[in-house]
Antibody, heavy 119, light 108 residues
Framework: QVQLVQSGAEVKKPGASVKVSCKTSGYTVSGYYFHWVRQAPGQGLEWMGWIHPNTGDTSYAQKFQGRVTLTKDTSIATVYMDLTGLKSDDTAVYYC????????????WGQGTLVTVAS | SYVLTQAPSVSVAPGQTARISCGGKNIGSNSVHWYQQKPGQAPVLIVYDDSDRPSGIPERFSGSNSGNTATLTISKVEAGDEADYYCQVWVGSGDHHVFGAGTKVTVL
C-alpha cells in the first residue's frame, strides 16, 4: 500500500527557512518522481518542482528558482523540500505527490503540511 | 506561460450530469489530468491522460479533450461529489506543470 507521510505543521518568521519531509513507502516499481505542490489558504494548487529519488535530479518551477531545494535520503526513503526567504504569502499547505515513471500526473499525495509565516 | 481556465463554480442537482471545462490554447495536444479535492483533504487523482480512470474511481467520472477545451463529466451526481475539481497539464517546453484555478461543484 503506497503511502506518503509528511512532517507536521510549522510556524516560521519572515526571512526564515522551512524544511518539510515526506516519507515514502509501498512503491513496488522504481523510477517514480516525487513532486511538491502547495496551496495557499482558499486558493488553488501550485506546482513547485520534482526530484528523482534514485538520481537526485531535480527541476524547479521558475517562480521558486533559487529559493527551493529538493533533496532525498534514499536510506530512509524520504524526500525533503527546503524553502528559504519565507514571506507571508508562502503561508500554505505543502503537499508531496508521486508521479509514475514516464507520466506527468500525480497518483498519490501526502496528507499535506501547513506552513504558517507570521511575525 | 501556459494558462488553464476553469469556471469558478458549477451547481448541479442530484442525479443530473455535471460538466466541468478546462480551457487552454490547443489543450487537445496535451494530456489532461483531473483531481478532486474535498475540504481539508489532499487532492485525489480521478482522471488521467484525458480519459483514463485510476482503479477505484467510479465510471460516473469521465473525461474528454479536444481543441481548446478539456471536459470532466460527472454522471448521476451524488452529494458526495461536492468538491473542488482541478485540471492539470505538463508543459514540455520548460518542463513544468500547470493547474487550473479549480471549479467548485455544489450539489443542490
Amino acid at each position: 500500500q503506497v503511502q506518503l507521510v509528511q512532517s507536521g505543521a510549522e510556524v516560521k518568521k519572515p526571512g526564515a527557512s522551512v524544511k518539510v519531509s515526506c516519507k515514502t513507502s509501498g512503491y513496488t516499481v522504481s523510477g517514480y518522481y516525487f513532486h511538491w505542490v502547495r496551496q495557499a489558504p482558499g486558493q488553488g494548487l501550485e506546482w513547485m518542482g520534482w526530484i528523482h529519488p534514485n538520481t537526485g535530479d531535480t527541476s524547479y518551477a521558475q517562480k521558486f528558482q533559487g529559493r527551493v531545494t529538493l533533496t532525498k535520503d534514499t536510506s530512509i526513503a524520504t524526500v525533503y523540500m527546503d524553502l528559504t526567504g519565507l514571506k507571508s504569502d508562502d503561508t500554505a499547505v505543502y503537499y508531496c505527490a508521486s508521479a509514475p515513471p514516464y507520466t506527468h500526473y500525480f497518483d498519490f499525495w501526502g496528507q499535506g503540511t501547513l506552513v504558517t509565516v507570521a511575525s | 506561460s501556459y494558462v488553464l481556465t476553469q469556471a469558478p463554480s458549477v451547481s448541479v442537482a442530484p442525479g443530473q450530469t455535471a460538466r466541468i471545462s478546462c480551457g487552454g490554447k490547443n489543450i487537445g495536444s496535451n494530456s489532461v489530468h483531473w483531481y478532486q479535492q474535498k475540504p481539508g483533504q489532499a487532492p485525489v487523482l480521478i482522471v488521467y491522460d484525458d480519459s483514463d480512470r485510476p482503479s477505484g474511481i467510479p465510471e460516473r467520472f469521465s473525461g474528454s479533450n479536444s481543441g481548446n477545451t478539456a471536459t470532466l463529466t460527472i454522471s448521476k451526481v451524488e452529494a458526495g461529489d461536492e468538491a473542488d475539481y482541478y485540471c492539470q497539464v505538463w508543459v514540455g517546453s520548460g518542463d513544468h506543470h500547470v493547474f487550473g484555478a479549480g471549479t467548485k461543484v455544489t450539489v443542490l
